[in-house]
């Protein structure tokens, strides 16, 4: 079939229809040869010679070619393992800068691998000829037009946020208020029975597991499982076409947006969990899908002096060069389509120490950071990271620039020890006050902290009060898998029992972990569930639970459904009171001139907190002022800004403990507002005067409010 081919030109990468026809360009440093496949509706193919090449990238316009039409690389060059280079044109390629990508990898049609395998670790050496092509999925042109209606994102300042961590297809695939067809999907998010949910809880942003398009691996396929929480990327500027309802031909295209625009309609930001860290290619014995047949050399890191191996700073086999110009382009192309395109609010950066390395060190002045703090409009959008990876000096908690809020580990695992009776009031107070020892230096504030309990990765909360082990069996793996490291405490019995005492120490566990982590300052992360109780079983590591261990479970009852109450009252608190979402640390002392410290620290009797109290290792009791008339900065009018002045008696002790008020300059009368041992406590049923004494149930905890 003769195709009608012009020279077209060298950028943008990837497909872009002009209304006319389709420009063609792909990038490839070390490639001789690069052929344009098309597959019309019958899976035939027809190969056009991409016979330009500039500045590295293989280009050419097809006029007449349209949204739509399904396409793939086959790109020639060595086969030389040993110096780097894996190209086999008997494998097609997905388009590294495709906008939509159709379906999942079919490995029980044909080999992906790109060699003949043999049984020793050189197994990669031989090349294979078998054609993949009916085993890959084909990138498909689209039309980027879309209608968002004036859609303007929320833009909420980061010291008013609340993040709500959610999975796309688990969050409504068996919700009764989704249209059936709908459930597990983008449309399905934006349905007014979601939005709604999300609204009533009161969160600010959605934070969402991986959505750009995820290649499961084979091992899972050969156990009848799947990689459920999408770390597992292939195509950067293409949604999943896994969570479309409208189809997999650039629909997903629109309904991403289209769920994008019903967020912003709610007044909710969405953040997308990015994976630019490695990608679904394994190591050398990995399948060959994209990248690796396209510029093995150029897109990942290789082991210096051994360039057969990769270097593995993630844990899956491989690790993005990001020292690579082209490679460093991808990423940002992505990240400002993403913005640009569909209107994302913001980025959490899985593993993002391994995005920093620029040789082997973690540098936190890195090519990566610098372009991003240089570019105008990816600068000005939320960047969270996790601060880590599994390479030497990974661990990089509190080191990130500024313009980064981070995933507080550190803020997890102690906040995790003091409910559980072993870690000490000093370590929670610097967590619950903003960990300003981490985040206090180079001009960054409070919500450089994202703070969370649980997340995606470990024991639900749930889960963390109810298991001391993990339980992985259904993984398939004898249990090897997943942390042993939970610092968790099952209260007195591994897993569901009927014991009541149990059950009611557990249900005022989970009050104490989510008070902790929506009166504290920087930014809270809720993981989606936890508010309504939600179990994974014990298991805490479920990424490969595409069924009922992950999905969410909608029928509530009723210690689920107080639970519910009870967030949604705790995030609407937050939200009405800026003395827990504070723009600056505190300090200790007053600069607003109200004569008392932003924070003051007192012990059981009343009295001030002593060096030898803060020492103690045995430690679990703690009380905390914060002054209302304390809060530096000013509204966007200009206005100063004032709040109530509260009282948090914290009691992680396994007896109840007597608390004595402050004395009479503090408050003269104090009343109730939160109870964590009695959720049900009316606000303001009672009056505390100063020096009267409140009895703190074990393991629990009290907010008072001022009211004189």
């Known amino acids: 079939m003769s195709i009608e081919q012009w020279p077209g030109g060298p950028f943008p990468l990837g497909a872009q229809w002009d209304g ?3 420009n063609f360009s792909l990038f490839s440093e070390h490639a001789e040869r690069v052929e344009l496949c098309l597959f019309d509706d019958e899976d035939r193919e027809t190969r056009v010679e991409l016979r330009e090449r500039t ?29 780097g280079h894996r190209f086999n044109p008997s494998k097609l390629l997905i388009d590294p800068y495709a906008k939509a990508i159709e379906g999942g990898v079919r490995w029980d049609v044909a080999s992906t691998l790109p060699y003949v395998p043999d049984a020793t670790d050189d197994a990669d050496l031989e090349p294979d000829d078998e054609d993949d092509a009916e085993a890959i999925p084909k990138s498909v042109v689209v039309d980027q037009r879309f209608d968002w209606e004036g859609d303007r994102p929320p833009r909420t300042p980061w ?72 770390y597992s990327s292939i195509g950067y500027l293409a949604p999943h076409a896994g969570y479309a309802a409208t189809g997999r031909r650039g629909d ?84 400002r389509y993403w913005v640009s395109e569909c209107h994302v609010d913001g980025f959490r950066f899985d593993l993002a120490s391994a995005l920093a390395r620029e040789l082997y060190d973690v540098d936190r002045l890195s090519a990566f950071f610098d372009v991003i703090h240089q570019d105008p409009l990816l600068s000005q959008v939320k960047l969270i990271a996790e601060p880590w990876d599994v390479g030497p000096g990974g661990y990089q908690v509190g080191n990130f620039p500024v313009l980064w809020s981070e995933w507080n580990g550190i803020y997890r695992d102690t906040v995790r020890d003091f409910w559980r009776g072993q870690a000490s009031v000093a370590d929670f107070a610097s967590r619950f006050t903003g960990s300003s020892d981490l985040y206090g230096d180079d001009d960054r504030k409070p919500f450089a902290s994202i703070n969370f309990i649980t997340a995606h990765d470990g024991f639900t909360l749930r889960d963390l009060v109810s298991y001391n082990e993990k339980h992985n069996e259904a993984n398939l793996e004898d249990n090897r898998d997943g942390t042993d490291d939970n610092r968790s405490w099952n209260c007195g019995a591994e897993g569901e029992t009927e014991d009541e005492a149990v059950n009611a120490l ?61 967030v949604r009252r705790l995030i609407a608190f937050r939200n009405a009171h800026p003395a827990f979402r504070r723009r600056e640390f505190l300090e200790g002392r007053a600069t607003e001139g109200s004569g008392l410290p932003d924070v003051w620290w007192f012990r059981p ?32 009018r200009g206005e100063p800004i004032a709040d109530d002045s509260f009282l948090l008696l914290f009691n992680a002790h396994y007896e109840d403990m007597t608390f004595t008020m402050p004395v009479r300059r503090f408050g003269a009368r104090w009343t109730h507002e939160l109870d964590t041992a009695d959720p049900d406590l009316e606000p303001g049923s009672d009056a505390i005067p100063a020096r009267g004494e409140v009895v703190v149930t074990s393991r629990s905890m009290k907010l008072l409010r001022r009211v004189a």
């Open 605 to 636: 009797d009343g009295r001030r907190m002593t060096q030898r109290d803060w020492q103690r290792p045995d430690g679990h009791v703690l009380g905390v002022f914060l002054n209302g008339d304390e809060i530096p900065g000013r509204t966007p």
């Open 55 to 83: 500045a590295m990238n293989w280009h050419v316009y097809l006029p007449g070619v349209g949204p739509g039409q399904r396409y793939g690389y086959r790109v020639h060059g060595p086969y030389a393992p040993r110096e």
């Open 159 to 230: 010291h008013e946020t609340v993040i709500y961590e959610t999975h796309v297809r688990g969050f409504t695939l068996t919700h009764p208020g989704v249209r059936e067809d709908l459930r597990g999907t983008y449309a399905g998010l934006a349905s007014e029975a979601a939005l709604s949910y999300l609204r009533d809880l009161g969160v600010t942003a959605v934070e969402l597991l991986p959505v750009h398009h995820i290649a499961d691996e084979s091992f899972l396929f050969e156990k009848g499982l799947k990689n459920y929480w999408g």
């Open 506 to 566: 557990r249900r005022r566990q989970q009050r104490n972990f989510l008070a902790t982590l929506l009166l504290s300052q920087g930014v809270p992360m809720l993981s989606g569930g936890d508010e309504m109780g939600r179990t994974q079983g014990g298991n805490n590591n479920a990424w490969c639970q595409d069924n009922e261990i992950s999905w969410y479970d909608w029928e509530l009852h009723g210690a689920q459904e107080e639970q519910l109450a009870f």
């Open 20 to 22: 006319e026809g389709t």
């Open 252 to 335: 997903q295209v629109r309904e991403f947006k289209g769920m994008v625009k019903a967020l912003h309609g709610a007044g909710i930001e969405v953040i997308l969990d990015v994976v630019y860290n490695h990608t679904a290619e394994g190591n050398h014995l990995g399948p060959m899908l994209s990248f690796k047949g396209v510029d093995n050399k150029s897109y990942y890191r290789l082991v210096p002096g051994d360039e057969h191996h990769y270097m593995d700073f993630t844990g899956t086999g491989n690790s993005h060069n990001v020292l690579h110009p082209s490679v460093l382009r991808l990423i940002m192309d992505s990240l």
